[in-house]
T-cell receptor, first 113, second 111 residues
Framework: DVKVTQSSRYLVKRTGEKVFLECVQD?????MFWYRQDPGLGLRLIYF???????EKGDIPEGYSVSREKKERFSLILESASTNQTSMYLC????????????FGSGTRLTVV | RKEVEQDPGPFNVPEGATVAFNCTYS??????FFWYRQDCRKEPKLLMS???SGNEDGRFTAQLNRASQYISLLIRDSKLSDSATYLC????????????FGTGTRLKVLA
């Protein structure tokens, strides 16, 4: 089974802190994604990557950046955390051309105070 | 208009009942369709892909209607363990592949 591992299940950070969310997958998937999920809004794509050192903006990239230095690892960075970034963050990976669906990590519930 | 729309529910049904959800999508270029299941405070998990000819997996049946641009999920003989949120997902190609998630339909199966 594909395993997508997110480094933290729960995280509490202060406003203005730089926050790193790590995601590692073990099935050699090319594609990796970061979503946030909020009640009533569903899953919204922040950034995605189809290859090492490659990144593309999703629908809501403002306030975020990403890093993909190795194929198995995709990091989401909140440059200066704000309270409106309190959310559930979900990492996913897939094998192109995404016809087989995504595998999600278990999520990181981030609270910014 | 949202690209993928679902009735948020909740659908409250007794054990053993048959329940169906629909999901409409707006982009006619949509290529792949999926149903995901999400339990409370957990990640979404792929339930089944939806094929043009329709497909069945045990108690679950998925249908695609391209002309009317909707997909459906039918659950027969509902179990308590089926209680979850069901997300409709549509894959479109706009330069690159893009998944669009519905906001989900919540199902509660009652004893």
């Amino acid at each position: 089974d594909v395993k997508v591992t997110q480094s933290s299940r729960y995280l509490v950070k202060r406003t203005g802190e730089k926050v790193f969310l790590e995601c590692v997958q073990d099935m050699d998937h090319e594609n990796m994604f970061w979503y946030r999920q909020d009640p009533g809004l569903g899953l919204r794509l922040i950034y995605f990557s189809y290859d090492v050192k490659m990144k593309e903006k999703g629908d809501i990239p403002e306030g975020y950046s990403v890093s993909r230095e190795k194929k198995e690892r995709f990091s989401l960075i909140l440059e200066s955390a704000s309270t409106n970034q309190t959310s559930m963050y979900l990492c996913a990976s897939s094998f192109p051309p995404d016809s087989y669906g995504y595998t999600f990590g278990s999520g990181t519930r981030l609270t910014v105070v | 208009r949202k690209e993928v729309e679902q009735d948020p529910g909740p659908f409250n049904v007794p054990e053993g009942a048959t329940v169906a959800f629909n999901c409409t999508y707006s982009n006619s270029a949509s290529q792949s369709f999926f149903w995901y299941r999400q339990d409370c405070r957990k990640e979404p998990k792929l339930l089944m892909s939806v094929y043009s000819s329709g497909n069945e997996d045990g108690r679950f049946t998925a249908q695609l209607n391209r002309a009317s641009q909707y997909i459906s999920l039918l659950i027969r003989d509902s179990k308590l363990s089926d209680s979850a949120t069901y997300l409709c997902v549509v894959n479109i190609v706009e330069g690159t592949y893009k998944y669009i998630f519905g906001t989900g339909t919540r199902l509660k199966v009652l004893a």
